[in-house]
């Protein structure tokens, strides 16, 4: 559909932000403009490994020291009641099955006690386990099992949200980059464009560090041994299996660390190697990959989202900024920010204040 005249507001990007960030607008009855550079879940929405996870990007027990103990637990809460927000809406592009965050060495397993230990402290559901089973078995030491977590077809999720914004009123044109704020003809314009350098955000452009990711697909196993988002070496490795049986696994940026800094959208073989070895030692074969990918996100170094005004922008906002958890963090910061627009502030946002990093 088309706005029958101006927009008040201009979202630019469609990933899972800013559809939930058009959204929640349009309900709001502002009249919504999305727009975006290549096409709905172009961006790393639709390439990432698929799971849904409550919470920040830094454990629980890291984020309660690093935000305070109350605003951590809003945060581990808010998450969570995002993910039964997006169980109703995506249908069957998520499963809640819950994650496994496995630990490879001793030092590991202390940390993931540590965070299951504030956890339950703090009432959040979590299962220490002990007993890793099948390929797990002997290679990792122990896991923390996250019962809320959930896996995602995050493509079809994506398109889903952007679905029920149209249904809401909002106008999405794609293939239509916006090339500076200039050309929103005055409307406020939301940049979530997370680790895709946008050229929008002034002083801050460049600040959420274009970080990249690399992801394959391999063909289907008749056995399924990892239905549950499985994650390790604090997150550098990710894996699980798709209801077809393809272990679709992530990570190993740290194979060639400074040269995944980068905005470049592709695979590298260093990175691509190491996925295969690791998929090759899980299955105890070598196993046919039939998708090979890249993607950016944005990192930054404090692991808080990046929402609010842009600093010396009087009609600009921002949301991004997830450092390799956006899917939930996405679909919570996009509402966050439209509320934030319309007069109804989140105190979280106190702690994703833009200007930051600009003291950093
Ligand atoms: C390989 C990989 C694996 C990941 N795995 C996970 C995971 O398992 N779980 C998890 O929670 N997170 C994961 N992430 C992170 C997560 O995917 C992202 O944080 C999240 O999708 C960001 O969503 P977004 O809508 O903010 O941005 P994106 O989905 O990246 O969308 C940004 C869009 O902005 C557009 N754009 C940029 N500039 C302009 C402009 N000037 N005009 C118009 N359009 C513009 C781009 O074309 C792009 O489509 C992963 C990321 C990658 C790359």
Do not use: K
């Amino acid at each position: 559909m088309r706005l029958d005249g101006p927009a008040d507001v201009v979202v630019v990007g469609g990933g899972v932000t800013g559809c939930s960030c058009a959204l929640t607008l349009a309900r709001a009855g502002l009249r919504v403009r999305l727009q975006d550079a290549r096409e709905i879940a172009g961006g790393a929405s639709g390439r990432n490994g698929g799971f849904a996870l409550r919470g920040g990007s830094a454990p629980y027990d890291v984020m309660r020291t690093s935000m305070g103990a109350d605003a951590a637990l809003r945060l581990w809460r808010t998450t969570e009641d995002a993910i039964d927000e997006m169980e109703v809406l995506a249908g069957d592009a998520l499963r809640r099955l819950g994650s496994l965050r496995i630990a490879v060495d001793d030092e590991e397993r202390d940390e993931l006690r540590a965070e299951y230990d504030a956890l339950v402290g703090d009432g959040i559901a979590a299962e220490w386990v002990d007993d890793l089973q099948g390929p797990l078995r002997g290679r990792f030491t122990a896991a923390l099992r996250h019962p809320t977590d959930a896996a995602l077809q995050p493509a079809r999720w994506v398109r889903r949200l952007a679905a029920l914004a149209v249904e809401a009123g909002v106008e999405i044109r794609e293939h239509a980059r916006l090339g500076s704020l200039d050309d929103a003809g005055g409307a406020i314009v939301v940049v979530c464009t997370d680790g895709y350098p946008s050229r929008l955000l002034g002083e801050l452009d460049g600040l959420i560090v274009p970080t990249r990711g690399q992801v394959i697909a391999t063909e289907p196993l008749e056995e399924l041994w990892f239905e549950v988002p499985h994650y390790g070496r604090h997150g550098f490795d990710y894996w699980h299996q798709t209801p077809d049986g393809r272990i679709v696994a992530g990570g190993f940026r740290d194979t060639s660390l400074e040269a995944e800094f980068t905005d470049v959208e592709e695979t590298t073989p260093v990175v691509l190697a190491a996925l295969e070895g690791f998929v090759a030692s899980l299955a105890g074969r070598p196993l046919r990959v039939d998708y090979r990918w890249a993607g950016i996100f944005g990192l930054v170094l404090d692991f808080l989202p990046v929402v609010g005004r842009v600093p010396g922008e009087e009609r600009a906002w921002v949301a991004g900024g997830y450092s390799g958890h956006g899917n939930v963090l996405g679909y919570l910061c996009g509402q966050l920010v439209a509320r934030a627009i319309v007069g109804d502030r989140d105190p979280l946002l106190d702690h994703f204040e833009p200007a930051r990093l600009l003291n950093a």
